[in-house]
C-alpha cells in the first residue's frame, strides 16, 4: 500500500474509526479535531474521541476555533502533506486549507450525495424513509458537500435501524473506502454531483425532538429511531417530558390527534392518537430514572 503524509480532521466516535484504520498504513502527522466540550452531570470539558485517540498514538492534535487565520493556513501549509482526510470534523475549510495538500482534502460523506448535503444526512435519511443510505468519499471544494465524488458504496436501510444502529454500519464502511480511495489517487476520476438532485440536511436541535401528534404516526415512528441517540423524542405526560426510545404503529383512528387511548382495550402499553393512525409506545424514559416498557412506566406513574 502507498503511504500518504496526511492530516486528519474530525470529532465524533464515526470519525475516530477511520483514524483507527488509518493509522497503520499511513503517515498521519497531525490530527484536527473540535474542543474539549462540557459533559455530563458536572459538565466537565471532555476532548472528542477522535483527541482521546490521536493523543494515546503521540499524535500532534490542534484544536483552533477557526480555520480562518492566516497563521493556522501557514502551519497547515507548512506540514506539507499529501492529502488531508475529513470526517465529520464540523469546521469550514476554506480555500487556502483545501488548496494546501498535494492531493487536496478529501471527506467521508455519510449519504449518497448529493442527497443529504450538510450536518445530519444520517437523521434525515432514516425520518425520510429512504431505503438505502450509504457513503461517499468526495474532493472538498467551498461549498457545503459539493464537491466531485471518489467513491460510493450503498446500505440498505432496514424498517427497525435507528441511526445509531446505521452510525456503526457507515463508519466501517467509510474507513474501508478512504483507504481505497488513497491507494488510487493517481487514478481517480472525479465525478461532478448533479445539482438537480440535492438535498440538505439541516442541523438538528434539541426543540425538533417534541413529538407533535398532529403528524401520521408513521412520521413520529421514523423520527424516534432517526433522533436516536441524540437528540431524542419527547412528549410531555403528567407535567412531565417523557423520552421515547421505541414505538410502534398502530392502524387505530379513534379520537383526536394527541388523546391517550384506553390501555386496557389495547393489550396494555400507551397509545397515542395521531393524524393518522396511533403510535404505540414501547420503550419510554421519564426525566431522572432508567428505561422501562409502558407497562412498568404507567405502574410507576399511578404508585408516584
Not at 484536527?32 to 466537565?44: E, H, L
Not at 449518497?112 to 457513503?135: C, F, K, M, Y
Request: hydrophobic share 40%.
Amino acid at each position: 500500500m502507498i503511504r500518504r503524509r496526511l492530516a486528519f480532521m474530525g470529532t465524533p466516535e464515526f470519525a475516530r474509526e477511520t483514524l483507527e484504520k488509518l493509522i497503520p498504513f499511513h503517515d498521519v502527522v497531525c490530527v484536527y479535531t473540535q474542543g474539549p466540550k462540557p459533559k455530563g452531570r458536572g459538565y466537565k470539558l471532555t476532548p472528542s474521541p477522535v483527541h482521546e485517540y490521536a493523543l494515546s498514538k503521540g499524535i500532534e492534535v490542534r484544536t483552533p476555533k477557526t480555520l480562518k487565520n492566516p497563521e493556522e493556513q501557514a502551519y497547515f501549509k507548512s506540514l506539507e502533506l499529501d492529502v488531508a482526510v475529513v470526517a465529520a470534523y464540523g469546521l469550514l475549510l476554506p480555500k487556502p486549507i483545501l488548496e494546501a495538500p498535494k492531493w487536496g482534502c478529501l471527506n467521508i460523506h455519510g449519504s449518497l450525495l448529493p442527497r443529504w448535503r450538510g450536518a445530519s444526512p444520517i437523521q434525515q435519511a432514516v425520518l425520510h424513509g429512504d431505503l438505502e443510505t450509504g457513503i461517499t468519499i468526495m474532493k472538498m471544494d467551498v461549498g457545503m458537500d459539493t464537491g466531485p465524488m471518489l467513491f460510493k458504496k450503498s446500505l440498505k436501510i432496514e424498517p427497525f435501524m435507528t441511526s445509531g444502529d446505521v452510525f456503526e454500519l457507515l463508519a466501517p464502511l467509510g474507513a474501508d473506502l478512504m483507504l481505497e480511495a488513497l491507494e488510487n489517487l493517481e487514478h481517480l476520476t472525479p465525478e461532478p454531483q448533479d445539482e438537480s438532485l440535492a438535498t440538505h440536511a439541516h442541523k438538528i436541535t434539541k426543540e425538533e425532538g417534541l413529538l407533535d401528534w398532529t403528524l401520521p404516526a408513521e412520521a413520529l415512528e421514523r423520527k424516534v429511531r432517526a433522533f436516536l441517540p441524540w437528540p431524542g423524542t419527547h412528549f410531555e405526560f403528567e407535567g412531565q417530558m417523557c423520552k421515547v426510545l421505541k414505538a410502534q404503529v398502530m392502524p387505530i383512528n379513534t379520537g383526536n390527534p394527541g388523546n391517550i387511548l384506553d390501555h386496557d382495550s389495547l393489550d396494555q402499553g400507551l397509545t397515542i392518537q395521531t393524524s393518522k393512525d396511533a403510535l404505540k409506545i414501547l420503550q419510554i424514559q421519564r426525566p431522572g430514572h432508567k428505561v422501562m416498557t409502558a407497562d412498568e412506566f404507567l405502574r410507576g406513574f399511578h404508585q408516584g
